[in-house]
């Protein structure tokens, strides 16, 4: 009787959802729901080898593309510069399988020695797959299913720019917003996910070619795009119709870090690669009319802000990862310098938070992972064995880093 009623307490046990494996948000742009790099609270290991990995896939190429994952998928972006082709392709999550890989022919531009052919991440929708790539003689956007069907493609005209292109598009509903902050004619335009027609665009004044991915937010009357640029600064747009709700004119660079939410207060960095950055956190008005010039509530300069790692908000905490291995934490709501601590290397990915710790990986494939609290501490520090310049992307129980060639997965410690 004894061993039939433990039969029975088993099964019902199996039965039930796994509660040591939430499933958090899906990670279906670049660094996640709202650009916030929040893994959630499963811990991961710390210090580890590469021959720890859950699995190891390789992609057709190289690339930058960070990954993003949605419905157990993996997608990601990838070039092979001397066939003059590059590839959108999809991992099975679970086991790294190669599910589909979608080839793209079109010409390679020289780029900056840090980026590639394939940088911008692919974002994903309830129905679709997109990505948007460009080469001197064009932007383009491509259009999948999510079993890997092409279903359209649209060309946005010439590009012009220094470094080579980066870009991402950024998925509102049944819209797909393109940025497109360069050096030629400029402008954000938002298509319909469906077909790929246009259902409004924004004349932009050009500056400095920029690589920031817009940000969907909730506004007080329907959801907002928070764009930021040098030209522009920080600006918010109504996501139904592209009209301009507010703007301040304050980056005096190339935005290329993307802005985030710290609460009310909308992060912005802008950069040059010899180390001159700033960072504004602007209060995002409440209201739903056009507002001039919205608060500027801080700024930092060159010794805090980061130029390509965009700032990590986590709860009253600011995480700022230099790009030359010096990070600075600061109080969210006023810019007030916590601490800063050096932990060495190049950095080009941006950090994420997961499990109570502040994890990225540098130029070099070596992940470091901080501790998240008021004191600077270095946990430790694991190598991927490989060139990173991409964000990990965590969903679950699993966290997928992404290499110029490989996508590694790490599954979560044991509850």
């Not at 999948?144 to 005209?157: I, M, N, R, S």
């Not at 924004?202 to 817009?214: F, H, N, Q």
Request: with cysteine; proline share 7%; glycine share 12%.
């Amino acid at each position: 009787m004894c061993r039939a009623w433990l039969a029975v307490v088993l099964a019902l046990l199996a039965a039930l959802p796994a509660a040591a494996e939430p499933e958090v948000e899906p990670w279906s742009r670049w660094r996640g729901a709202n650009g916030a790099g929040d893994g959630g609270e499963r811990r991961f290991p710390i210090e580890w080898a590469v021959a720890d990995a859950s699995w190891i896939a390789t992609v057709p190429g190289r690339g930058h593309a960070s990954p993003v994952i949605r419905a157990g998928r993996i997608y990601t972006a990838s070039a092979d510069e001397e066939a003059s082709k590059r590839f959108v392709t999809c991992h099975s999550l679970a086991d790294g399988k190669a599910l589909w890989s979608r080839e793209i022919p079109g010409p390679i531009d020289r780029h900056h020695v840090q980026n590639s052919s394939a940088s911008g991440s692919v974002a994903v929708g309830d129905e679709g797959v997109y990505w948007m790539w460009a080469a001197g003689d064009g932007l383009r956007v491509e259009a999948f299913t999510l079993e890997g069907q092409p279903t359209w493609h649209v060309d946005l005209g010439p590009y012009e720019g220094e470094h080579g292109f980066g870009g991402s598009a950024a998925v509102c509903g049944d819209l797909v917003i393109v940025p497109n902050d360069q050096e030629g004619e400029s402008f954000v335009v938002a298509l319909d996910a469906a077909t790929g027609r246009e259902r409004w665009r924004l004349p932009r004044e050009s500056g400095k070619s920029g690589y920031a991915t817009p940000l969907v937010i909730d506004g007080p009357s329907g959801p907002q795009i928070l764009l930021t640029s040098n030209a522009h600064g920080v600006t918010g747009i109504d996501a139904a119709t592209g009209r301009v709700l507010w703007e301040r004119k304050c980056l005096p660079k190339r935005a290329v870090a993307s802005p985030v939410l710290a609460g009310p207060l909308a992060i912005g960095t802008s950069g040059d690669g010899g180390g001159d950055t700033t960072l504004v956190a602007v209060r995002v008005p409440d209201g739903a009319a056009k507002s001039a010039e919205p608060e500027l509530v801080f700024r930092l300069d060159r010794s805090a802000a980061p130029y390509v790692p965009t700032p990590l908000p986590v709860g009253e905490r600011l995480y700022l990862w230099g790009d030359r291995g010096v990070v600075t934490c600061v109080d969210a709501a006023t810019g007030e310098v916590r601490w800063r601590g050096r932990v060495g290397g190049t950095f080009s990915a941006s950090p994420i938070v997961v499990g109570g710790t502040i994890r990225n990986v540098s130029a070099d494939g070596e992940m470091v992972t901080l501790a998240d609290g008021d004191e600077f501490e270095v946990l430790g520090r694991a190598t991927l064995g490989e060139e990173c310049r991409a964000t990990p992307a965590v969903v679950g129980g699993r966290m997928v880093f992404r290499t110029a060639s490989r996508l590694i997965a790490l599954d979560a410690e044991s509850p």
